[in-house]
């Protein structure tokens, strides 16, 4: 019975998925949340390496909470995924002190040299895939 239930549960999960996520044409851009969202994601992801905000240690899934917390809350000054990462990447809007991430092999980079990377990847596939 219980197996029944979680596959409906299962089954469920992924119906609701599919519909709130059409896919997407290679050739299409991303809206700028959908580019914020996929950052978050790509952190979130990050689970060998270890986030440094003000001294701090944390993990990939507080790091990606963090972020989306700074995005609601500093929603009136993020437009873009570049306004997104200049405020999610130190302290107070941007202008504070630097965020880090630590990965497993001890290199650290900014958490804005590592959005940025990220957020150029996104470009360069979409140019690509016009081209």
Request: contains cysteine; glycine residues 6%; neutral net charge.
């Amino acid at each position: 019975m219980k197996r029944v239930a979680l596959l409906s549960l299962a089954q469920m999960l992924l119906l609701s998925c599919a519909q709130s996520s059409p896919p997407r044409a290679a050739n299409v851009p991303m809206t700028e949340p959908e580019k914020i969202q996929h950052l978050i994601g790509v952190v979130a992801q990050l689970h060998d390496a270890q986030f440094v905000r003000q001294g701090v240690l944390y993990d990939a899934g507080t790091a990606a909470q963090f972020m989306q917390g700074k995005w609601d809350w500093k929603s009136s000054e993020i437009h873009t995924a570049r306004d997104f990462v200049r405020v999610c990447s130190a302290g107070g809007s941007g202008e504070g002190e630097p965020y880090f991430i630590r990965f497993k092999d001890g290199t650290q980079v900014t958490s804005k040299e590592f959005l940025t990377t990220e957020l150029n990847k996104i470009d360069s596939q979409l140019a690509s895939a016009n081209h």
